[in-house]
């Protein structure tokens, strides 16, 4: 009794088994032969890849937003006597021209040097007809009064916008060709300064690039002066020397972070 017992289990068992996996098989016919079973079931396939979809486009933001968060604003600069940006990681053009300012012996005008671009838009042209229309500034172009490597004196000055999508700010650092630590050189020089000193008027120092082009807009070594370029030397006394060095021409470097 006990042995007939065993065995109507052991059997009992695989039959069940067998009728499961029948079940199962009966039930993929079923959906094989049953059409709008087989629609039901590739619709909700579908359903799970356009939630899988919007989770993943969800995702994407969530890490651009990231990103974007930690992501530093970006640094301006302009690179003087030269119509390209230097070749830094992260360092583009945002545009090339020509430098430009008031002219020497001005004693009004802007006191700055402005990049002028290659292809300026028109001012407003009811300008003209604005009262005291005889009340104006003037801005002229620039020209190295200096020979050096491959300018000559009297050729007119290029410049260069550029920006560093990495950098948080940029800086000129006079008597300088390297940078400090953590900081980024994007390209050095020797200090320039927009008048000579007998002039009576004065203008800003400026870094000049160390290997100067020339602008091809206007004609070579034609004296119209204008904004100008001329090297800074230093001078000792409360400028103190050593470290400087009199009548030695001063260095300069544009630094990012």
Not at 132 to 138: S, T
Not at 236 to 247: A, D, I, K, Q
Request: net charge neutral.
């Amino acid at each position: 009794m006990f042995l007939l017992n065993w065995i109507f289990l052991l059997f009992g068992s695989s039959l069940l088994k067998v009728n499961g996996v029948s079940e199962k098989i009966s039930q993929k016919r079923l959906l094989l032969n049953d059409p709008s079973a087989l629609l039901s079931r590739i619709e909700d396939v579908e359903r799970k890849m356009l939630a899988m979809d919007t989770q993943m486009t969800q995702l994407k933001s969530q890490l651009d937003n990231g990103l974007l968060s930690h992501h530093k604003s970006g640094a301006v600069f302009t690179r003087w006597g030269r119509k390209t940006c230097p070749v830094v990681n992260g360092t583009t053009i945002l545009y090339s021209g020509v430098a430009a300012g008031r002219i020497y012996n001005d004693k009004g005008d802007g006191i700055n040097t402005l990049c002028m671009p290659h292809n300026p838009d028109s001012a407003p042209v009811d300008l003209l007809g604005a009262p005291n229309q005889y009340h104006f500034g003037r801005i002229f172009g620039s020209e190295y009064e200096f020979s050096y490597k491959n300018v000559a004196r009297n050729d007119d000055v290029p410049c260069a916008v550029c920006y560093d999508v990495y950098a948080t700010t940029s800086v000129m650092i006079p008597g300088k060709i390297v940078c400090p630590s953590h900081w980024t050189k994007q390209f050095d020089g020797f200090l320039s300064s927009g008048s000579h000193y007998t002039d009576q008027t004065g203008g800003e120092y400026l870094c000049l690039d160390r290997d100067p082009e020339y602008a091809t807009e206007g004609a070579r070594q034609q004296d119209y002066n204008g904004r100008v370029f001329y090297p800074v030397e230093a001078v000792c006394g409360s400028l103190p020397c050593p470290p400087y060095e009199n009548g030695k021409y001063v260095s300069c470097v544009v630094c990012i972070k």
